[in-house]
């Protein structure tokens, strides 16, 4: 299975109150209902946190089946249903600004825990919801593809799994090379959080912590930290 990963910006002239509405309300169901070969489709609104300034206003994640799949869904977006939802992107989204990742993923780390909470199965405090971080990052000058995604899944990964503090999902996702995508990134790291306050407990950790600057250390030895884009999201599954 392949997952598309498209960051969008908003319309100029509209509000953010305007365009979450019109793509949770709108554009989300019609894009259920005419998308060919989508079998998953989440939502992720970004959360406002001071330190946090986000290059996107939206994210939204489509698994396919594979690469054939999700080929005959972009030629399918050229066809006469394709052009009604282009259409309606155009009615809130700024186009010029997308970004687009056809991605591998790589659970390596799932506590039974998220689940349970996304789907009300366990009881938490009142207001409490599951958050992501999602991070776009790029291999340090000089290393080869091959190095760069061989240290992340046998070194860093179990490094992070055994020293980040409150995660209880992660997801490394590999970008596909495909003739029509040119990715601004190497790589896109998921991790989840059972709620906010985990996550800015995890963030106070990482900038603070002995064990925050290990993961830190390992990072400087494959990732060009200075091109690091992160997000915190909320998800929202409409299907």
Excluded at 64 to 79: G, H, N
Excluded at 82 to 87: P, R
């Amino acid at each position: 299975m392949v997952k598309l990963i498209t960051l969008f910006s908003k319309k100029a002239g509209i509000n953010d109150e305007d365009f979450y509405r019109y793509w949770r309300e709108k554009h989300g169901p019609l894009a259920l209902k005419v998308m060919a070969g989508v079998r998953r489709m989440v939502q992720n609104y970004p959360i406002k946190l001071p330190g946090f300034v986000y290059p996107a206003d939206g994210i939204v994640e489509a698994w396919f089946d594979d690469v054939e799949s999700y080929l005959k869904y972009w030629a399918w977006r050229q066809t006469k249903e394709g052009k009604m939802l282009l259409k309606d992107e155009e009615t809130f989204i700024d186009k010029s600004k997308f970004i687009r990742f056809i991605v591998e993923e790589h659970e390596i780390l799932v506590m039974d825990r998220l689940t349970q909470v996304s789907q009300g199965k366990l009881k938490t405090e009142e207001g409490e919801k599951p958050v992501k971080l999602l991070t776009l990052f790029s291999k340090a000058a000089g290393a080869s593809d091959l190095d760069f995604y061989r240290y992340w899944r046998e070194k860093h990964g179990p490094l992070a799994i055994k020293v980040m503090a409150g995660v209880i999902k992660m997801v490394q996702n590999y970008p596909v090379k495909l003739p029509v995508f040119e990715y601004p990134a190497d790589a896109v790291i998921e991790s989840w959080f059972t709620d906010l306050d985990t996550f800015v407990k995890y963030d106070n950790w990482r900038k603070s912590s002995n064990e925050g600057a290990v993961l830190r250390d390992d990072e400087a030895k494959f990732i060009d930290r200075s091109k690091f884009i992160r997000f915190v999201v909320e998800e929202y599954q409409i299907k």
